[in-house]
């Protein structure tokens, strides 16, 4: 199943801790751990310093406490767990699928779920307020969507537009087309 994975499985890039200027990269890839590093400094005998590197395979960086510690350091102790986690194989497969997919799965679910799940990360809590979710979402719930409740739902979102009552939608649209009547014969 991990055969249809990217090479990269993870990169982070940072700046080490104050009053390090120093950058550093992490890239993790299917077979291997690597750590780039670059030495910003003023002082005269670091200012000949390559950047270095260091390549583990995943085993190897599982067992490199020194290397583990390092990356705590520099990017902290999740990064530290998500890349043990890649390491041991323990791979979030949601992560890969693409937005429209988690979309169409998304609106299946319940209502409740939908707002648990959003609390679970920033990309779910982006996908879980998204207006197509929310269209999809409100076009399973409506037998027929006019196109006057589809310029509204422009306007107001579809989110907004689902947990409105209905009779504010039916105000809001009566508005809506008073409004609209009102410029057609204001430009005759």
């Known amino acids: 199943m991990a055969s249809w994975l990217p090479e990269t499985l993870f990169e982070i890039v940072g700046q080490g801790p104050a009053p ?3 950058y550093y990269q992490l890239l993790v890839t299917r077979s291997q751990v690597i750590f780039r590093w670059w030495k910003i400094s003023l002082r005269s005998e670091y200012r000949s310093t390559k950047p270095g590197e260091t390549k583990e395979t995943h085993e190897a960086f599982l067992e490199n406490s020194h290397l583990q510690v390092q990356v705590a350091l520099i990017f902290g102790a999740r990064i530290l767990d ?5 390491c041991e194989g323990k791979v979030d497969f949601l992560e890969w699928l693409s937005d429209d997919l988690l979309l169409n799965i998304l ?7 939908i707002a648990r799940l959003s609390q679970t990360s920033r990309r779910f809590a982006k996908l879980c307020t998204s207006d197509k979710l929310w269209e999809q979402i409100v076009q399973s719930a409506c037998d027929h969507i006019t196109p006057d409740m589809r310029a ?3 306007d107001m979102g579809w989110r907004q ?5 209905k009779l504010q939608l039916q105000r809001h649209l009566r508005k ?3 409004q609209q009547g009102s410029q057609r014969s204001s430009e005759l």
Do not use: C, G, H, P
Not at 82 to 86: G, Q, R
Not at 161 to 165: Q, R, S
């Open 20 to 22: 390090s200027k120093d």
């Open 82 to 86: 998500y890349v043990s986690n890649l």
């Open 107 to 113: 609106s299946y679910l319940d209502l409740e779920d």
């Open 152 to 154: 509204l739902a422009q």
């Open 161 to 165: 537009m689902f947990f409105t009552n």
């Open 176 to 178: 809506r087309i008073q």
